[in-house]
């Protein structure tokens, strides 16, 4: 049976502001991840009114080369190393679905989201079926909970029980139960339905991608409340234009740094 899970993060922001930050933390992610032939190749980024609504689409591409242990990069088709991601950003409400060439309907990780302004409480913010809610998993995830982070992945600057913002007097995030008193408030209730049909192995993997999934949400919510002070106060045009900024320099940081790295090893 394919896991579903509900992951609900909540935020010391307002639903409005959160669709600032998570724009600008997903552009600096993505600079921050590409080099050396690697990280994020942004296809489309253009608005949509169809069937599923009216918001923004994007069309991005994952190169993982690096995110393998070398031994085992060439035992793996080069296919297998690359995610495609389609994203409808209708905020409120956002889809995202993964999937992978090599793998094609055999791989797909969707990601549904709903941005509400409350404190987790609500109990079917997607309005899942019968049949999902009986398979859902809730587990909630406490941005300021260091120790639910690896030692190396730990950054103090992107510590939200030490961050404290100079723009909007926020945080530190420091108080057990912060989640129940801090203003403002919102939460993004996150489902996701991993299926990865794979001989052997389907019954580790689908775990393991819920694993990483969490682990992702956490890291980027972190840094998102400690950036408070970069996205606070730019408006959605401002996101626009560093989204098609950003864009352009992933293609000029991945052809640059690729051909370095060829040069020179």
């Not at 260091?146 to 992945?153: G, V």
Request: glycine letters at 4%; one cysteine or more.
């Amino acid at each position: 049976m394919t896991i579903v899970k509900e992951y609900r993060i909540t935020n010391n922001c307002t639903v409005d502001e959160y669709r600032i930050a998570q724009l600008y933390a997903v552009a600096k992610m993505s600079m921050n991840e590409t080099g050396g032939g690697e990280g994020v190749e942004v296809l489309k980024n253009e608005p949509y009114d169809n069937e599923m609504g009216k918001g923004q689409y994007t069309y991005k591409i994952y190169h993982l080369g690096s995110r393998l242990p070398a031994i085992l990069r060439p035992l793996i088709p080069k296919d297998m190393l690359i995610l495609h991601e389609e994203a409808w950003n209708g905020y409120p409400h956002c889809k995202t679905v993964v999937t992978n060439p090599y793998m094609k309907e055999n791989m797909r990780v969707v990601t549904e989201t709903m941005h509400l302004p409350d404190r987790g409480e609500t109990a079917n913010a997607l309005n899942l079926s019968p049949e999902l809610l009986a398979q859902r998993q809730v587990e909630y995830i406490d941005v300021a909970d260091s120790s639910a982070i690896s030692k190396k992945a730990y950054k103090e600057a992107e510590d939200p029980s030490i961050f404290k913002s100079e723009k909007t007097n926020r945080g530190p995030l420091d108080k057990p139960g912060w989640e129940k008193e801090c203003e403002p408030v919102m939460t993004c209730y996150k489902v996701v339905t991993a299926e990865f049909k794979w001989w052997g192995i389907t019954s580790t993997a689908e775990p393991l991608i819920q694993s990483n999934m969490k682990n992702v949400f956490t890291m980027f919510h972190r840094q998102l409340f400690c950036d408070t002070d970069e996205w606070f106060g730019m408006t959605i045009e401002d996101l626009r234009a560093l989204e098609e900024e950003t864009a352009k320099k992933l293609v000029e940081k991945r052809q640059q740094e690729a051909t370095s790295r060829t040069d020179f090893s």
